[in-house]
C-alpha cells in the first residue's frame, strides 16, 4: 500500500532523547518500510527514516521555536494534501489540527490519538468531528471521549532488538520519565527509601519542570541512594533497565500508555505501577510486574519481585508488544478503510 505518516514537528523523527510519540512513529514508519510497503513520512527535515521524506520547509531552522510551530505544520498540511491522492492512506499523529482539512480528503484517513484526552476543552471538537476515524493506544484512553469514531486500539511497540533480555539484574530500583509532578517522581523515591532500596532516576526535566526539579527533587539528591543519571538514549535505557530489579511507574494522571514500561519488558525487566489509564493493560499483574492502588503496596510489591521471571517478561514484550505486531495491525487498518 501507499501509505502517508504524518509526525509532529516538535521533535525529530526519531527524537535523540526526551519524546514519545515520534519514537513510535519511527517505529511505525520503519517497519511498515521494513515490510514492503510504498511509505511517505511527513516530519521535520532532521528526520531519519528509509521513507520518503516530505518536509514542511526545506530551509526551516530545526527545530522550530514552539511560537513559530503553527506557521510550519500549516505548510505541512498544505504539502499533505497537495499529495493526498498519490496515497491509499493518510496516517495522522497530530492530534487535532488536520481535522478540517482531512474531512473533505478525496481518500481514507485515521487518527492516532497519542495523548490524555481528559481535557474539557477538547469536547467541541470530540462532537463536531466525531464521524473522524480514530485509534487508541490503549482502551483507557478512550474514557472521556466514547462519542469519537474509535476504529480499535493499536498498542504502541518497539523493535524486537531494540533492547535485550538482562536475566542477572543489580540491585537498585529504576525511574525513567520526565520530571515532573504527574508523574510520580516523589512516590517513586519514597517507594524505594521505604523498601531499604537504591533509585537511579533518568528522564528529560522540561523548562516547565525546572522549578520542580529545583525545589522537589534536587533536595532529595542530596541522599546517597537516589541518583539522577540525566536523560539518556537506547544504549543507556539498557543499562539502567536492564540491571534494575524492577521500574517504578507511579503515575499520578491516567496515562494514555507508557513506553518506559515496553522498554522495561524488553529487558526482562519487571514493572511496578499504580493502577491508573493503561497500567492495567500493559502489566499482567503478578506475571510482567505488579499493579497496585499506592505506595505501601508498591513497596510490599518490591519484596514480592523474587517470585517473578525475567524471561517471562520478555516473552510477553515479544508476544505483545513489538513493531512489528504494531505494523500489522495498523495494516489490518487501513486495508479496511481503504477497502483492500
Known amino acids: 500500500m501507499k501509505i502517508a505518516q504524518v509526525a509532529p514537528l516538535a521533535l525529530r523523527v526519531p527524537p535523540q532523547g526526551y519524546g514519545g510519540t515520534e519514537r513510535v512513529v519511527s517505529y511505525l514508519t520503519e517497519e511498515l518500510v521494513r515490510q514492503g510497503h510504498d511509505v511517505t513520512l511527513f516530519a521535520g527535515p532532521d528526520a531519519v527514516t528509509a521513507a520518503r521524506l516530505v518536509a514542511p520547509h526545506a530551509g526551516a531552522p530545526w527545530p522550530v521555536k514552539p511560537a513559530n510551530r503553527w506557521a510550519y505544520e500549516v505548510l505541512q498540511l498544505e504539502r499533505v494534501f497537495e499529495q493526498a491522492e498519490a496515497f491509499d492512506v493518510l496516517h495522522f499523529h497530530l ?15 485515521l487518527t492516532t490519538l497519542h495523548w490524555l484526552l481528559n481535557y474539557p476543552e477538547l469536547k467541541p471538537l470530540y462532537e ?3 464521524e473522524a476515524p480514530m485509534v487508541s493506544v490503549s482502551e483507557a484512553q478512550r474514557g472521556p471521549a466514547p462519542m469519537l469514531n474509535w476504529l480499535g486500539t493499536v498498542y504502541h511497540g518497539l523493535p524486537k532488538d531494540r533492547y535485550a533480555l538482562c536475566d542477572e539484574p543489580g540491585d537498585y ?16 523515591i519514597e517507594i524505594a527509601r521505604r523498601a531499604g532500596m537504591p533509585l537511579k532516576m533518568a528522564g528529560a526535566m522540561l523548562d516547565v519542570d525546572g522549578s520542580y526539579f529545583d525545589e522537589v527533587v534536587a533536595p532529595r539528591l542530596t541522599d546517597s541512594d537516589v541518583e539522577y543519571v540525566g536523560e539518556i ?3 543507556g535505557k539498557q543499562a539502567l533497565l536492564g540491571g534494575a530489579r524492577a521500574l517504578l511507574f507511579p503515575t499520578r494522571v491516567r496515562e494514555s500508555f507508557g ?8 529487558c526482562g525487566t519487571p514493572v511496578i505501577g499504580f493502577r491508573r489509564g493503561a497500567v492495567p493493560e500493559v502489566v499482567q499483574d503478578g506475571v510482567t510486574g505488579f499493579v497496585v492502588e499506592d505506595v505501601a503496596a508498591a513497596v510490599e510489591a518490591v519484596r514480592r519481585l523474587g517470585g517473578l521471571r525475567r524471561t517471562v517478561c ?5 508476544d505483545r508488544f513489538t513493531a512489528r505486531r504494531m505494523a500489522e495491525e495498523y495494516m489490518a487498518l487501513y486495508r479496511r478503510l481503504a477497502g483492500k
Open 95 to 109: 492530534g487535532f489540527t488536520h481535522l478540517p482539512v482531512a474531512r473533505r480528503a478525496p481518500v481514507p484517513h
Open 128 to 130: 463536531e468531528y466525531r
Open 173 to 188: 530500583l529504576a525511574y525513567l520519565g520526565r520530571l515532573a509532578p504527574a508523574k510520580g517522581v516523589e512516590e517513586a
Open 233 to 235: 538514549d537506547d544504549r
Open 259 to 266: 513506553l518506559a514500561m515496553i522498554e522495561a519488558m524488553a
Open 314 to 318: 520478555r516473552q510477553v514484550f515479544e
